[in-house]
């Protein structure tokens, strides 16, 4: 059974730090792995998509690691800003049919 | 946007009442899932249909069924509302892996 977890649970930065966020998973069997940000008793915004073929994908500030035979990703966020104010949740994909197996979030904040 | 819409937003529900929650995709995107996110937890796979069948399912109870159309849109129905059902509900469609969500639907069983 495939189980995500997410570290840390809560993180509080000052605005401009760099950070990273950690998600892991027990079954390396994976399609894709996704990164998503949901603002507070909203839907979830989709924010990079690795597939399991690939190492990173960055969009912007952010960057996204994927090693497989780890079960580890990472999510860097460049010089952060308050709107990215957040919880990030990651999820993992094992292919047509199957569902998205997510992570219970980080939950970010960023003081000015 | 992601192209998916949900309504409504919010509902208040009693226990013992049933709840239709309604969602419309993408054109194109054949598959829809919903999921169920407790507060201050990840969301929790209920169901995926694919081109009108049921395809997958979590481990929720026979009393959530849903429907799936061919004009993309879908339906989530719970019958027998329990306190325990109060949470976010969210549709998502996908295309080639990638998963589009839904703002959900707040619903709240008192």
């Known amino acids: 059974k495939q189980e995500v977890t997410q570290i840390p649970a809560a993180l509080s930065v000052p605005e401009g730090e760099n950070l990273v966020l950690n998600c892991s998973f027990t079954?390396?069997?994976?399609?894709?792995l996704q990164w998503f940000r949901q603002d507070p008793g909203k839907g979830l915004t989709s924010l990079l998509l690795i597939q399991s073929s690939q190492r990173e994908q960055t969009s912007g500030r952010l960057n996204a690691s994927l090693d497989k035979s780890s079960g580890r990703s990472t999510l860097y966020i460049a010089a952060s800003q308050p709107g990215d104010s957040a919880t990030y949740l990651c999820?993992?994909?094992?292919?047509?049919?199957?569902?998205?197996?997510f992570g219970a979030g980080t939950i970010l904040r960023v003081k000015s | 946007e992601t192209g998916v819409t949900q309504s409504p937003t919010h509902l208040i529900k009693t226990r013992g009442q049933q709840v239709t929650l309604r969602c419309s995709s993408q054109s194109g995107h054949n598959t829809v899932s919903w999921y169920q996110q407790a507060l201050g937890q990840g969301p929790q796979f209920i169901f995926q249909y694919y081109r009108e069948e049921e395809n997958g399912r979590g481990n929720f109870p026979p009393r959530f069924s849903g429907l799936q159309f061919p004009n993309y849109s879908s339906e989530l129905n719970v019958n027998a509302l329990e306190l325990d059902d109060s949470a976010l509900y969210l549709c998502?469609?996908?295309?080639?892996?990638?998963?589009?969500f839904g703002q959900g639907t707040r619903l709240t069983v008192v």
């Open positions: 998502a469609s996908s295309l080639d892996g990638l998963a589009f």
């Open positions: 999820a993992v994909h094992r292919g047509y049919g199957n569902k998205l197996v």
């Open positions: 079954d390396s069997a994976i399609y894709n």
